[in-house]
């Protein structure tokens, strides 16, 4: 259990409204509560919910998690990575590297999430408007067999959050409710008015009967999700590295 210390929230609330140039009236018409309010709860007096207090970060243009600690909760490297994949050197967009792909399911926003370090997208293969849109395209570390041999374990995987529009053929992060709301990386191979059927790429048959693949192909009826407003897709896999070679001149490269 995490328990809050009141007062230390308070001081950062303090300084980021200073920060920002905000009286304490002006935070609490933010917010939408009184400055008698926000007077307790800068000074500890007030057991603050939490999510008042996401409404307080919101008002100041922060993160939730920066008025609960005190401490970076951000470990990614401050430079971007020199990476070349096999292509002409260009320009790199850098993209925030995260643990897994579950935090791309419900309950977790992006924005919120410390990631694990930022990793270079070539601009080239940048989707066509994109003008380094907060989070749209995020980076995972892969695991398991499933996908061989387009996807290997341990790959990295770049993910368009925006391209949503399902495609026969395509690779996206699904959304599992049968499966506690898991989501996995699997090719969309069938699409019909009232389900998708998706399926790894891995054909071997000893490969199928493991945990990885032994419920795929795998059925998601569309009217569940329709219930509950929410969409399988999470967004559609962009580029796949799949092993980087150490060359003598120390530059890295995708292939």
């Known amino acids: ?64 998690y920066e008025l609960l600690s ?31 792909t579950i935090s ?10 410390p990631p694990k370090d930022y990793i270079p997208l070539s601009k080239k293969l940048l989707p066509k408007g994109y003008k380094s849109d907060p989070d749209r395209i995020v980076a995972f570390e892969t695991e398991g067999i499933s996908m061989k041999p387009t996807i290997n374990d341990g790959s990295i995987i770049w993910i368009d959050r925006m391209d949503v529009i399902p495609k026969e053929g395509e690779i996206y992060a699904f959304l599992l409710k049968d499966l506690s709301n898991s989501v996995t990386i699997k090719r969309l191979t069938k699409i019909d008015r009232h389900f998708f059927i998706i399926d790894g790429d891995n054909k071997n048959l000893e490969d199928r009967k493991s945990e990885d693949l032994k419920d795929f192909p795998m059925v998601l009826n569309l009217k ?16 796949i590295l799949n092993r980087m070679i150490e060359k003598k001149n120390k530059k890295l490269m995708g292939v």
């Open 224 to 239: 569940e999700y329709e219930e509950e407003d929410i969409s399988p897709v999470c967004g559609r896999v962009i580029w």
């Open 70 to 100: 005190e401490k970076p909760l951000v470990p990614y490297k401050s430079t971007k990575p020199k990476l070349e994949f096999n292509q002409p050197k260009g320009d790199f967009e850098g993209i925030k590297l995260f643990e897994d």
């Open 1 to 64: 259990m995490y328990i809050m210390n009141l007062k230390d929230v308070g001081t950062r609330i303090r300084h980021y409204r200073a920060q920002k140039g905000l009286s304490q009236s002006e935070l609490a018409n933010r917010v939408n509560i009184g400055q008698s309010a926000i007077y307790k709860i800068e000074n500890g007096f007030s057991n603050t919910s939490i999510s008042k207090l996401i409404d307080i970060a919101k008002a100041l243009g922060i993160s939730t």
């Open 104 to 113: 791309l399911g419900p309950g977790h926003e992006i924005n919120e999430l």
